[in-house]
């Protein structure tokens, strides 16, 4: 069993900063786990937003966040972070922990946090 809890969420200004965390825990996590996030604003399909190797070397970003947003984890807390800078209104969704082997990451990603809202006003 995997469980992802995100927290960080919540209201801001545009061109303001969140981070958000992704602890994942469980007897069937692994530190080689790719982990990332996907995000989901109503009526819109869940997108990709970014993930990282097990080993941090690798990071890959949706064109939409380069340059401002930032994801990093700690393998020693099970946890991934996703900085997010100069926020705008396009980015509210839900957000939305995910990880999984690297092979899954091309197809289905198997595991998933509850999600957490970011809202940025302008």
């Known amino acids: 069993q995997v469980q992802l809890v995100e927290s960080g969420g919540g209201l801001v200004q545009a061109g303001g900063s969140l981070r958000l965390s992704c602890a994942a825990s469980?007897?069937?996590?692994?530190?080689?786990?790719?982990m990332g996030w996907f995000r989901q604003a109503p009526g819109k399909e869940r997108e990709f937003v970014a993930r990282?190797?097990?080993?941090?070397?690798?990071?890959y970003y949706a064109d939409s966040v380069k340059g401002r947003f930032t994801i990093s984890r700690d393998n020693a807390k099970n946890t991934v972070y996703l900085q997010m800078n100069s926020l705008k209104p396009e980015d509210t969704a839900v957000y939305y922990c995910?990880?999984?082997?690297?092979?899954?990451?091309?197809?289905?990603?198997?595991?998933w946090g509850q999600g957490t809202q970011v809202t940025v006003s302008s």
């Open positions: 995910a990880a999984d082997r690297s092979s899954r990451w091309s197809s289905d990603v198997g595991y």
């Open positions: 990282i190797s097990w080993n941090a070397y690798i990071t």
């Open positions: 469980g007897r069937t996590f692994s530190s080689s786990y790719v």
